[in-house]
Structure formats: structure tokens, C-alpha cells
């Protein structure tokens, strides 16, 4: 899985961008890599439900102290993972190339094939 996380308030996207990240993930849809994916709203739009001791509380925004934000996301499938991190380098160089205003940080998470084992308790 990758995720983009961004300093919010940078605003919107230059078009450049679009059009390559359009052009990129048609790419990669087409050789079965990007399976799924988009951005996200801000965090004055979130909606949090904090855990803390046993006690659910919801917690909406907006976030004075938020710096960082989860912008997007996408469901990747890759032979090995070498190709994986080569090709989300290719994704975070589009950032670079496109929108070299921004800053972002491009992280590749593993999904897991089989559910985790519960803990012991």
C-alpha cells in the first residue's frame, strides 16, 4: 500500500501534476500494479474516534496542531518488492518534478496475505 502524507495547507496540486499522476496510474493500471487508490480531504473534514483507557471519544476537526496528513493512498501489487520501492520512487519523483513546492513524504506499507494471529490475553 502507499501513502502520501503532506503538510497541510500547501494547497491544491498544480495541473502538471494531475495530468502526470493521470498518466503514470493509467500505466500502472494497465500492467495490474495500481489497483486501487485516490486523495483524500483534508483534515478539516476528519472525523476521529480516540481509544485511550477503555473510553471512545470522537474528535472532529479542525486540528491546530495537525502538521502532517494522510493526502492519498493507493492499493499497489508488485512481483517483489524491489519493484515496489522502485516504482513508488518513480511516484514521489513525480511530486518532485511536478510540484517541487510541496513537501511530502511517499510511504510504502505491506498488506499482509493472511490475518494477523490475536494476541495471548
Known amino acids: ?18 495530468d502526470a499522476m493521470d498518466t ?5 493500471a494497465g500492467k ?18 480516540v ?3 477503555g473510553e471512545v ?6 486540528y ?14 508488485y512481483d517483489t518488492l524491489e519493484e515496489a520501492i522502485a ?3 518513480e511516484f514521489a519523483q513525480l511530486h518532485a518534478t511536478y510540484w517541487p513546492e510541496c513537501s511530502m513524504v511517499a510511504t ?7 490475518a494477523p494471529t490475536p494476541a495471548e490475553g
Open 57 to 62: 471519544t470522537r474528535v472532529d476537526g479542525p
Open 24 to 28: 503514470y496510474i493509467g500505466e500502472q
Open 51 to 53: 481509544v485511550r483507557t
Open 32 to 49: 495490474g500494479h495500481f489497483l486501487d487508490g485516490g486523495g483524500l480531504y483534508g483534515l478539516e473534514d476528519a472525523v476521529n474516534f
Open 64 to 77: 491546530a496542531e495537525a502538521r502532517e496528513a494522510v493526502g492519498g493512498w493507493a492499493l499497489l501489487q
Open 87 to 89: 516504482n513508488q520512487e
Open 1 to 18: 500500500m502507499g501513502l502520501v502524507r503532506m503538510e497541510e495547507g500547501q494547497g491544491q496540486p498544480p495541473q502538471a501534476l494531475f
Open 108 to 114: 510504502l506499507r505491506q498488506v499482509p496475505d493472511e
